[in-house]
């Protein structure tokens, strides 16, 4: 049974950092491509960052130069580290396993919110 588990949603201030994390059973992440995903009510969940096996990476536009992707395998972890936070950043973020960088997988994490706000 595959299970992704988010943690390290947050309220914080505008400009604050926080760091998600998401913690894989069941599969080895070191074969997949992880990405994070987020969503906000009524809206499509979109590409935040996904990080490929090989070490390649991909981000929105709207969170280059803020947001860090990084996978830690044996840990079977992967990280977002998020600086500069806006209260647009404000959604819940969702941690996928795939094959693609620009595509979402079928196997989805539970989410964790992120609130920028002062």
């Known amino acids: 049974q595959v299970q992704l588990v988010e943690s390290g949603g947050a309220l914080v201030q505008p400009g604050g950092s926080l760091t998600l994390s998401c913690a894989a059973s069941g599969i080895m992440i070191g074969v997949y491509v992880m990405g994070w995903y987020r969503q906000t009510p009524g809206n499509q969940r979109e590409l935040v960052a996904s990080t490929g096996s090989g070490g390649r990476t991909n981000y929105a536009g709207s969170v280059k130069g803020r947001f860090t992707i990084s996978r830690d395998n044996a840990k079977n972890t992967v990280y977002l580290q998020m600086n500069s936070l806006k209260p647009e950043d404000t959604a819940v973020y969702l941690c996928?396993?795939?094959?693609?960088?620009?595509?979402?997988?079928?196997?989805w994490g539970q989410g964790t919110q992120v609130t920028v706000s002062s």
């Open positions: 996928n396993a795939g094959y693609s960088l620009y595509v979402s997988g079928a196997f």
